[in-house]
């Protein structure tokens, strides 16, 4: 079975704190991807990676970044942390096929105060 | 550009069946995904169609048709452990991402 873990189910920060949200996949996959998740705004893509210390902006990656050093780590970072990044933060790998679907992690809610 | 349209919420009996829509806008169609998603846990993979007609997976079954940009989830035999958000996502476009829709919320009564 595929597994994607995230380091944390639930996290508090207060704002401007400097933020780490880590993934790690066993299957190998090439393809990684940081989703948040907002009520009524569905899965938005922040940030993919198709290979190591390759990265791609997404659709909202204004105030985040990324890193994959390794192929089966990718970690979210929000450099300063605000109250509207408060939001549950989904990781998901895939292989590098078209008709793979993705697997998700079991997600971290992230309340900014 | 890319949008997904899907009702926000729905309610079924148990033991009834329950279809579940999505239209989409899309160029580059490269297949549409649905996932199970219980509250509070992660999105699960549940039927991928790339060409039209109809995939039956035991009591869930998914459709396309690509000429109309429709797919729909069924669901039969419903079981109070079927409610849960359905999420329709397709791949397309220029860099061949997955784009979610808003999802659909089942509740199953008794």
């Known amino acids: 079975d595929v597994k994607v873990t995230q380091s944390s189910r639930y996290l508090v920060k207060r704002t401007g704190e400097k933020v780490f949200l880590e993934c790690v996949q066993d299957?190998?996959?090439?393809?990684m991807f940081w989703y948040r998740q907002d009520p009524g705004l569905g899965l938005r893509l922040i940030y993919f990676?198709?290979?190591?210390?390759?990265?791609e902006k997404g659709d909202i990656p204004e105030g985040y970044s990324v890193s994959r050093e390794k192929k089966e780590r990718f970690s979210l970072i929000l450099e300063s942390a605000s109250t509207n990044q408060t939001s549950m933060y989904l990781c998901?790998?895939?292989?590098?096929?078209?008709?793979?679907?993705?697997?998700f992690g079991p997600g971290t809610r992230l309340l900014v105060l | 550009g890319q949008n997904i349209d899907q009702p926000t919420e729905m309610t079924a009996t148990e033991g009834a069946i329950v279809q579940i829509n999505c239209t989409y806008q899309t160029s580059g169609f490269n297949g549409l995904f649905w996932y199970q998603q219980h509250a509070g846990e992660a999105p699960t993979f549940l039927s991928y169609n790339v060409l039209d007609g109809l995939e039956e997976k035991g009591r869930f079954s998914s459709f396309l048709s690509r000429s109309k940009g429709y797919s729909y989830l069924l669901l039969k035999e419903l079981q109070m452990k079927d409610s849960a958000s359905y999420l329709c996502?397709?791949?397309?476009?220029?860099?061949?991402?997955?784009?979610f829709g808003t999802g659909t919320l089942l509740a199953v009564q008794p």
């Open positions: 299957m190998d996959h090439e393809n």
């Open positions: 990676s198709y290979d190591v210390k390759m990265k």
């Open positions: 998901a790998s895939s292989p590098g096929l078209v008709w793979e679907t993705q697997y």
């Open positions: 996502a397709v791949r397309g476009g220029a860099t061949n991402k997955l784009i």
